[in-house]
T-cell receptor, first 111, second 115 residues
């Protein structure tokens, strides 16, 4: 099966940019997702990128995909305290439409 | 508004008890999933279902079973609960692959403690 790796913690100052990195092993993933989990809640889709794209921008969010290196990143500009959450990288297993989740990165935003 | 509802937010059970976790979705989705979430381990897929009465094993099915008698309902069953099944259980659903991005819609989770 697919292996997905991401760091467990990231701490940033309010107003700075946050970058969460992820590496994966399945090169046939069609969709690659980022999910967000706020405290005490389930996961919600934050954004996704289709495999034929290198970059996707959505307001403060930028997703970069390097298929050659199997590397996915999520950049949050002007990070706010409300962005504090766990962020999961989740590329889908090739052709299955089932995502494999990384361990999640806890983003801590401090004043 | 899409909704996945898990029947219990918190449960405390004793070792050896049979445990039922219920999940209902109101979006007419074909696919339903059960994950468990543990600190530092992320989400691990237990079972999923593509259709009524169909089930597929995920990555960690041992000690669990599932039931899908109706399209909107997917139940996770722990036949004999053990302490290592203490965890947060997350249910999710998604529409069929045709025309969909594969986005999963999650419930809020059921935190199970087995004593």
């Amino acid at each position: 099966g697919e292996d997905v790796e991401q760091s467990l913690f990231l701490s940033v100052r309010e107003g700075d940019s946050s970058v969460i990195n992820c590496t994966y092993t399945d090169s046939s993933s069609t969709y690659l997702y980022w999910y967000k989990q706020e405290p005490g809640a389930g996961l919600q889709l934050l954004t996704y990128i289709f495999s034929n794209m290198d970059m996707k921008q959505d307001q403060r969010l930028t997703v970069l995909l390097n298929k050659k290196d199997k590397h996915l990143s999520l950049r949050i500009a002007d990070t706010q305290t409300g962005d504090s959450a766990i962020y999961f990288c989740a590329p889908e297993e090739g052709g299955s439409y089932i995502p494999t989740f990384g361990r999640g990165t806890s983003l801590i935003v401090h004043p | 508004d899409v909704k996945v509802t898990q029947s219990s937010r918190y449960l405390v059970k004793r070792t050896g008890e049979k445990v039922f976790l219920e999940c209902v979705q109101d979006m007419d989705h074909e696919n339903m999933f059960w994950y468990r979430q543990d600190p530092g381990l992320g989400l691990r897929l237990i079972y999923f279902s593509y259709d009524v009465k169909m089930k597929e094993k995920g990555d960690i099915p041992e000690g669990y079973s599932v039931s899908r008698e109706k399209k909107e309902r997917f139940s996770l069953i722990l036949e004999s609960a053990s302490t290592n099944q203490t965890s947060m259980y997350l249910c999710a659903s998604s529409p069929s692959s045709q025309g969909a991005t594969g986005e999963l819609f999650f419930g809020e989770g059921s935190r199970l403690t087995v004593l």
